[in-house]
């Protein structure tokens, strides 16, 4: 295979989709060394009948059989600093409305900022284009002591909603750290949201201060959002307080504020760099365990987003058992997710700081200056932990980018995934191109819950296309159509028990109507999240993608993302997108709408390799009925394909009704697909032919 300069110049495509194949085992000392490891030698001290011998499924059993002995262990095993008077843990079990360590006070930003150690950075923070710049723990400390400060001198009470409009950067840790540390909830939403799209976040909210940011870099070029920021003001009836983040590296710069510490009340806008500077003693707010903490959104897709209400516990609890059991960060590790304050995944990286880990924050897109910045990045800030989206390690295959050889990696030890599932011939690659000895960390949750309930171990092999384990604490099931938990076969997957991470409530839901529509609706006891997973016999996880867009052709249940998977490994294809729609008159249609790469063209020939790969690689049922030619494929503002709004515009529904344009990253292109969708819905739509 030649190369030049870690690109491959021409390659055959990986050959096989097949699951299951043994790809790397934990060398004997990860396992030893691991946090897991020192978990399972401590707990049977602590929790008699708990002398487990190092199996992960065996431990998996025991803490959702044992739900509460679990989670106190949790609780105990990593010093939660809290009081506890009531040794229950969990006296009202039935979902929704589990109620966890009643009694107790907390507050979760104590515990991110009390692995202080500056014999190393609290964060590093990568704006596209720049260098690393490291923040020590004497700086993170003093500067949300002096934001909390601030805070409460501007009148802001426990319970007082605070929202960022701001990107990945520290500023934004430190503004959630501070409402956190006095009980004020936080809520964020990134610049790459226009105004309507962070309208129908914080709007529901009724803040009484934002922190925004001026601007933000995308792929060489700054976007300003100070007339957004304006505009967000004006439309927010409640905020009291607007706080001015500079960002911009021009010299037209967002508003100052002059306003002094001491007449700041009388003046609505402010300078970040005035309210987060002096000298505060750090005062944390002991609150109750299911005090919200923050506010997630759901996708938003098809209507408002949801508000999903998190609490400190738990979070705390969580985030907890999630970095130190299932990610093994230790004390000094690097942890890069590339992500946006949008999306959980940065609630979920700021977790590294319970471990004494160093979050890195990385402002910018992942293919700029070219497609191999993230790799780049954990060369130059040594980064142990690195998480990414399937697609990211998808388009760096199909451009042929062999990250062994064009970086060291030497620092890279876990390699995360998350977002949509990998496909076995993703695993493949990473460990055929990006490293050997590698885990592969792939992992589904959901913001609903703010973690992966199935995750990785460090104690368990990695096999193609499979997920290692169901999290500890996470009972998991897979249903199939009679309600039944099965194994060994494609089910719905379920939660037959509460989390602590699971929302107290939906913002503005006061009779917990929309939760209970949300998850209980089919089971009014059990929370369907709406994925198709398959648990195998030895406990791994297969994902199969969303139960509301799955592919049923003759009554055979497929994930669109094998038939993704397979067509954008043709040189031809640069992106795809396939849905099921069920026809008026009984009938199935299952379209493939291709982006094509540059030069190429929708000839006959490549719709006969379409049906050919698929057929070869899957089943004959996995060909679609018809391969369209797209400008290209519709995604939400955090990469998802907009699978289920293009299914109902081809049912018929209006494009208003069908998807909320303010979530969609190139709103003409679901435009295109509306308009094909009405013409074909019509009887107009040019005739495409059959592969």
């Known amino acids: 295979m030649a190369t030049q300069r870690g690109v491959v110049v021409h390659a055959d495509p990986i050959d096989s989709t097949a699951t299951g194949e043994l790809l790397w085992t934990p060398p004997a000392q990860l396992p030893a060394d691991s946090t897991l490891r020192g978990y399972l030698d401590w707990l049977p001290q602590r929790f008699r009948g708990t002398d487990i011998t190092g199996s992960y499924q065996e431990l998996y059993r025991w803490s959702v059989d ?41 507050n979760w930003a104590r515990h991110l900022l009390r692995k202080a150690d500056e014999g190393r950075p609290a964060l590093i923070s990568v704006t596209e284009g720049g260098a690393p710049v490291e923040l020590s723990w004497a700086q993170l400390r003093r500067q949300v002591g002096a934001f909390a400060a601030s805070l409460r001198d501007l009148g802001v009470r426990p319970g007082d909603r605070v929202v960022g409009y701001l990107p990945n950067i520290p500023q934004a840790v430190v503004a959630l750290l501070a409402c956190a540390s006095i009980g004020a909830v936080w809520s964020a939403c990134g610049p790459e949201f226009g105004a309507a799209g962070a309208l129908d976040r914080f709007g529901q909210l009724e803040p009484v201060v934002l922190i925004a940011a001026d601007g933000f870099p995308n792929a060489g070029r700054w976007t300003d959002r100070r007339s957004t920021v304006a505009q967000l003001r004006d439309s927010l009836p409640t905020l009291r307080h607007t706080v001015h983040v500079r960002y911009l590296p021009t010299g037209d710069q967002a508003p100052a504020a002059t306003a002094g510490k001491q007449d700041r009340e009388r003046d609505r806008e402010h300078d970040w760099e005035v309210l987060a500077s002096g000298e505060s003693e750090l005062d944390f707010v002991d609150l109750p365990f299911d005090h919200p903490l923050w506010v997630l959104y759901s996708s938003g897709t098809t209507g408002r987003p949801k508000g999903l209400v998190h609490s400190h516990g738990g979070i705390l609890l969580e985030q907890l058992k999630t970095s130190g059991l299932q990610l093994d960060l230790k004390a000094g590790d690097r942890f890069l997710w590339h992500t946006s304050t949008s999306w959980m995944m940065w609630n979920y990286l700021l977790a590294a700081l319970l471990q004494g880990a160093v979050p890195v924050l990385y402002d910018g897109s992942p293919g700029y200056p070219r497609i191999g910045a993230l790799w780049q990045l954990v060369d130059d800030c040594r980064i142990t932990h690195l998480g990414v989206s399937p697609s990211y390690l998808m388009a760096c295959r199909k451009v042929g980018l062999v990250p062994r ?17 990998l496909p076995a011939s ?30 990785g171990s460090p104690l368990l092999p990695v096999h193609s296309g499979e997920l290692q384990a169901r999290a500890l604490g996470c009972r998991v099931e897979a249903y199939d159509d009679q ?52 648990i195998t016999e030895r406990g791994s996880v297969l994902i199969h993608g969303r139960s509301d867009s799955t592919l049923n052709k003759g009554g055979v249940r497929m994930g669109s993302a094998d038939i993704h998977d397979v067509v954008e490994r043709l040189p031809e294809v640069a992106d795809s997108l396939v849905v099921g729609v069920e026809l008026p008159d009984g009938g199935y249609w299952m379209p493939l709408f291709v982006k094509l790469a540059e030069g190429a063209e929708l000839t006959p020939a490549l719709r006969k390799r379409v049906g050919t790969a698929l057929r070869e690689a899957l089943t004959p049922r996995h060909v679609p009925d018809e391969v369209v030619e797209v400008p290209g494929v519709p995604r939400t503002k955090t990469g998802k394909r907009l699978e289920v709004p293009v299914k109902r515009l081809f049912l018929g529904t209006p494009l208003e009704s069908a998807v909320n344009l303010a979530t969609v990253d190139q709103p003409e292109l679901i435009h295109w697909f509306d308009d094909f969708a009405r013409a074909r819905l019509a009887g107009n739509s040019e005739q495409t032919e059959g592969v």
């Open 405 to 421: 050889e064009a970086y060291r990696l030497t620092s890279l030890r876990m390699l995360g995934c998350t977002g949509a599932p």
């Open 483 to 534: 309600g039944r938990s099965v194994t060994g076969t494609v089910g719905d997957l379920m939660l037959t028990a509460p989390m602590p991470s699971m929302p107290v409530y939906f913002w503005d839901d006061r009779d917990g109507q929309r939760y209970r529509e949300a998850y209980f609706e089919q089971y009014p006891r059990t929370w369907r999240h709406g994925d198709w997973c398959t």
């Open 426 to 455: 993703g695993y493949r690659w990473v460990y055929e191109e990006v490293k050997a000895d590698l885990w592969l960390n792939s992992t589904s949750g959901g913001t609903d819950v703010c973690t992966a309930f199935v995750a």
């Open 66 to 106: 044992h739900l509460e002995d679990f989670w106190a262990s949790v609780w105990e095993y990593f010093e939660v600093a809290g009081s506890r008077p009531d040794p229950e843990v969990l006296p009202t079990r039935v979902m929704p409305g589990a109620q966890w360590f009643p009694g107790s006070r907390l």
